[in-house]
């Protein structure tokens, strides 16, 4: 395969090999590592002379492979880039890289909070929900027979490698049904929304064992074990990450705000107390009395908190009004500031230029914003978004 194999792939490799290193020297990434057989199977044409593709045809040629018969998947706009071939599962694929010119989009919809779930998989501040899928839960019974006889074969035989690919398959269709519902998920939402808020979930940390040592044993560990096993199922951060690239591409943002008190706080009086939330699934308000669904009250609260932190600069949602006060004779020019920051309207690049400062220096684009703070149970649903849309901020995700 050596002797066959064209030089333009050897190349690519290399250069990825050095542009690692110097990420590594740099102290910006962690040494590079020999691929592990079996893992990350694919090489890529950079050379688009050598590239040929006939989309009508259904065809792609490639050095040393000739012409290649391929199911369009998808129209490939624009001008070729390059390619890279990978292998899965006795599958391949082929990745085209192209490069092209767009008009800047113009978001759609309105502003919507999202609570992440294990009963429900995304609850929308409307009152609608996702339901979740579970795709492993779905293929565990098939999958944990397979691994059954697997371990009673002899390891590297015929049989043995038999029973690993049926494993591997079985594993690639998991992956694959949960991205699809996922991608179908972040493309509805990021069509019917122009601002999209969620919880900064650390799904790390949230999935992380209970089991400590012998001597420290950890508590529930079962229990949590279980827990663990369905929020991975769920796949939230890649649901989260779908979202970034599907808004930012369709002209809208995301929005990511801490999750603290969000299951606790009274949408109708802001009161946080941790005996609000009587089951999983019911809310009992133990000052005002209010009753909802707890998914729907969480995704509301969620809602108000990226709007609070939009027009505040910082988390203010569930603040004490000692808190808001000094916030809002304090703020009040920051927060302009902060806006003004994520301004990429060509009023404010002209501004910018021509002064050659980075504060707010166009005041009209702010004449509608209110003169003192308001609290965020003050704030109508759509009016930090109506001036998102006006101003056309982009949003950072990470405060």
Known sequence: MAGRCTGAPLAAIAQEFGASLCQFFSQR??????????????????????IKLEQGNSRLFLPKLGWLRYRN???????????TVSQLCGKWFVSIQT????????????????????????????G??????NSFTQHETRLRKAQRAMSRKTRFSNNWKKAKARIQRIHARIGNVRRDYLHKATTAISHNHALVIVEDLQVRNMSASAGASLEAPGRRVRAKSGLNKRILDQGWFEFRRQLQCKLAWNGGWLLAVPPRNTSRSCPDCGHVSRHNRQTQAEFRYVECGFEGHADVVGAINILRAGHAQLAYGEDVSHA?????????????????????????????????????RGGCQNPKSFAHMPDRILHPREIPCDKIARHILHNRITLPLDR
């Not at 998947?73 to 390619?83: A, D, F, I, P």
């Not at 609608?128 to 899928?133: E, G, Q, R, V």
């Not at 808190?323 to 009040?332: F, L, T």
């Open 29 to 50: 990434a962690a040494c590079p590592r020999f691929k592990k057989k079996g893992q990350s199977e694919r090489f890529r044409y950079p050379d688009t002379k050598q």
């Open 73 to 83: 998947s998808r129209e490939v706009l624009g001008t070729v880039k390059n390619v």
């Open 99 to 126: 490069e092209r010119e767009v008009e800047p989009p113009l978001p759609n919809g309105d502003a919507v909070g999202i609570d992440m779930g294990i009963a429900r998989f995304a609850t929308f501040s409307n």
């Open 128 to 133: 609608s929900y996702l339901a979740p899928l």
């Open 320 to 356: 004490t009004p000692a808190k808001v006060k000094r916030a809002a004779s304090a703020k009040q020019e920051p927060t302009e500031a902060t806006l003004a920051r994520f301004d990429h309207s060509p009023e404010r690049r002209k501004n910018l230029r021509s002064s050659g």
